[in-house]
T-cell receptor
Framework: DGGITQSPKYLFRKEGQNVTLSCEQN?????MYWYRQDPGQGLRLIYY???????QKGDIAEGYSVSREKKESFPLTVTSAQKNPTAFYLC???????????FGPGTRLTVL | KQEVTQIPAALSVPEGENLVLNCSFT??????LQWFRQDPGKGLTSLLL?????REQTSGRLNASLDKSSGRSTLYIAASQPGDSATYLC?????????FGTGTSLTVIP
């Protein structure tokens, strides 16, 4: 059953902590993306990767980091430098850069 | 920079009504346009993808049209049902990334 999985579904972070959000896909897609969704705003691109061991910053990369060591996995780390990290985070993938995107179920991050 | 707008932000209709959701974009140089559905607290589900060379796509009760020259797309939902209640987002693939609208929240009243 092909798809994109994200974990955890809910995540709570204390001030000053780094946290890592998981994203895995078994669609054999080359491109993967991380978006942030805030109430009343459209999705904003954090990072994207078109191939293994390569990734580029999106519009709001400050305070975030990623890695792409395997084709199937694209974890996102929210660092303590991100001042307002409370949001809904969505991972997506596509066969190539501007082809049809498919999304995971999302992770809701809350800062305590 | 590409800007995507969806109007109205919210829409409420009685069950059985046909309805149209609108999406406009500022730069006509696009690769494709994708319509999504999002239920509360969930990820996005792809509904329809229209390539830049196409005028429309259909899936069941859904029909999406694309007019690149005017920077507009519409999503037509026929015979609406309460299960259609959700937020509908459009996304434009342009300049090597996707740009999303803020969505239209649809409520279908039984």
């Amino acid at each position: 059953d092909g798809g994109i999985t994200q974990s955890p579904k809910y995540l709570f972070r204390k001030e000053g902590q780094n946290v890592t959000l998981s994203c895995e896909q078994n669609l054999n897609h080359d491109a993967m993306y991380w978006y942030r969704q805030d109430p009343g705003q459209g999705l904003r691109l954090i990072y994207y990767s078109q191939i293994v061991n390569d990734f580029q910053k999106g519009d709001i990369a400050e305070g975030y980091s990623v890695s792409r060591e395997k084709k199937e996995s694209f974890p996102l780390t929210v660092t303590s430098a991100q001042k307002n990290p409370t949001a809904f985070y969505l991972c997506a993938s596509s066969t190539s850069r501007v082809n049809e995107q498919f999304f995971g179920p999302g992770t809701r991050l809350t800062v305590l | 920079k590409q800007e995507v707008t969806q109007i109205p932000a919210a829409l409420s209709v009685p069950e059985g009504e046909n309805l149209v959701l609108n999406c406009s974009f500022t730069d006509s140089a696009i690769y494709n346009l994708q319509w999504f559905r999002q239920d509360p607290g969930k990820g996005l589900t792809s509904l329809l993808l229209i390539q830049s060379s196409q005028r429309e796509q259909t899936s069941g009760r859904l029909n999406a049209s694309l007019d690149k020259s005017s920077g507009r797309s519409t999503l037509y939902i026929a015979a609406s049902q309460p299960g259609d209640s959700a937020t509908y987002l459009c996304a434009v693939a342009s300049m090597s990334q996707f740009y999303f609208g803020t969505g239209t929240s649809l409520t279908v009243i039984p």
